[in-house]
């Protein structure tokens, strides 16, 4: 692995499933973050988590939640998946705060029916 | 309120130089910065400034007015590859990122 991955890279979801997008990234960043990107809007933040252990919310955080059991991975869950939830979802991390570049994941297209 | 303003889309030919604007009304500012997002793929991360004035790289300059909420990266003798979508981001009084919605560029021939 080098840099963040992300699982899966594309799904398509029925309305009410619950649903895990995967990120793990190997660079040994304290700072991980979960943004959803639509269409003609900026990158907007769902959640996020400083360090290992902590975890806060962002701008769209209903319906998400995370994790961060260790520095590496940092899962998001859909917990019952709505249409409005459709989107591309990127992962990043960056080593320290937000003044830190953020290298980001390829991204998950999720598309909810 | 916290705001990100970019033109939706701008057009240049290669070889030519573009400038794209970015205005920001963040309420805990601590730095600009600027990423590049080809169709289909991930940002990138191109430039990062703090202090007012112009920082170059290579091709790529980015200017800062923290006085004016003013930004700008230009491009130089562009190439067919720079035709991507280029986002401003800003960070607010909770030190997350607020984000542009991205100017698109489009590289003509």
């Known amino acids: 692995i080098a840099g963040i991955t992300q699982a899966p890279t594309s799904q398509i979801l029925a309305a009410g499933r619950r649903m895990t997008l995967r990120c793990t990234q190997d660079?040994?960043?304290?700072?991980m973050y979960w943004y959803r990107q639509d269409l003609g809007l900026g990158l907007r933040l769902i959640h996020y988590s400083n360090t290992a252990g902590t975890t806060g919310k962002g701008e769209v955080p209903d319906g998400y939640s995370v994790s961060r059991a260790n520095t590496d991975d940092f899962p998001l869950t859909l917990a019952s998946a709505v249409p409005s939830q459709t989107s591309v979802y990127f992962c990043a991390s960056s080593a320290q705060g937000t003044t830190d570049t953020q290298y980001f994941g390829p991204g998950t297209r999720l598309t909810v029916l | 309120g916290q705001n990100i303003d970019q033109p939706t889309e701008m057009t240049a030919t290669e070889g030519a130089i573009v400038q794209i604007n970015c205005t920001y009304q963040?309420?805990?500012?601590?730095?600009l910065f600027w990423y590049q997002q080809h169709a289909g793929e991930a940002p990138t991360f191109l430039s990062y400034n703090v202090l007012d004035g112009l920082e170059e790289k290579g091709r790529f300059s980015s200017f800062l007015s923290r006085s004016k909420g003013y930004s700008y990266l230009l491009l130089k003798e562009l190439q067919m590859k720079d035709s991507a979508s280029y986002l401003c981001a800003s960070t607010n009084s909770n030190y997350q990122l607020i984000w542009g919605a991205g100017t698109k560029l489009i590289i003509k021939p």
């Open positions: 963040t309420s805990g500012f601590n730095g």
């Open positions: 660079m040994r960043h304290n700072a």
